[in-house]
């Protein structure tokens, strides 16, 4: 992948450097691959990881599920702590004519989404704050991959993620999930009718998510990719319909 990247001996030696000195590879080629494409990564942006390709299709199976209501060219998608965008373009790319917006607290994420999104609208801001006040009660599915690692475990992360990688992306608090009660409890105000918020999270964080999700007043469900070590919190505003 490096002799790929290299457009000459000298170019390689550079980016070998560059390698054996720390930095993420996908930083050094410029790209990671996720859910089967290629999507830009900067330096300094957050690198998408593996298992949160299990999120982007939790959410592209529950768009396949739900029809868009009449007079709606497509369902509507928010993309949270979307860093480089790689999960709203695997969700893009899985469910074809989604009407899609992201948002980023870092400028640095939201230059590289814009490049990743060139069909989408990316904002620069915290959370719910840069959304267009119109997105109100009207998002079909909210997913965020937001930082939730607790604050004294991220110096034990590997060096290429905790030197490499902005601490905003990786740091969720005290039991990491700061972040992501935010997301929950204000997801009721932007969701559509049986619209669902989906998170990722640790499977030992799980079960406190759901607690916030109920008390928020929606309907939650733990999912889990066993081959990712993937763990999903998806919240409907409408409870699941029954078995047939």
Known sequence: MLI??????????????RRVAGEP??????WAEFCGLRVGVD????????????LARQAAAFLAGRSAPPGRPGAVVVDLCCGSGAVAAAI???????????ADIDPAAVRCARRNLPTGRVYEGDLFRPLPTGLRARVDVLVANAPYVPSGAIGLMPPE???H??????????????????VIAAAPA???PGGCVLVETGERQAPALVADATAAGLYPAVVTGAEADATVVAATVTAPAPPA
């Open 4 to 17: 790929e990247a290299a457009g000459s001996t000298d170019d390689l030696a550079a980016l070998v450097a």
């Open 25 to 30: 590879l996908e930083h050094v080629i410029g």
């Open 43 to 54: 330096p300094g942006v957050f690198v998408p990881r593996r298992r949160t390709a299990f």
């Open 92 to 102: 893009a790319h899985l469910a074809p004519g989604v009407e899609l917006h992201a």
């Open 161 to 163: 993620a905790r030197l």
């Open 165 to 182: 990688e902005p601490i905003v992306a990786l740091d969720g608090g005290a039991d990491g999930l700061d972040v992501l009660r935010r």
């Open 190 to 192: 932007w969701l559509a």
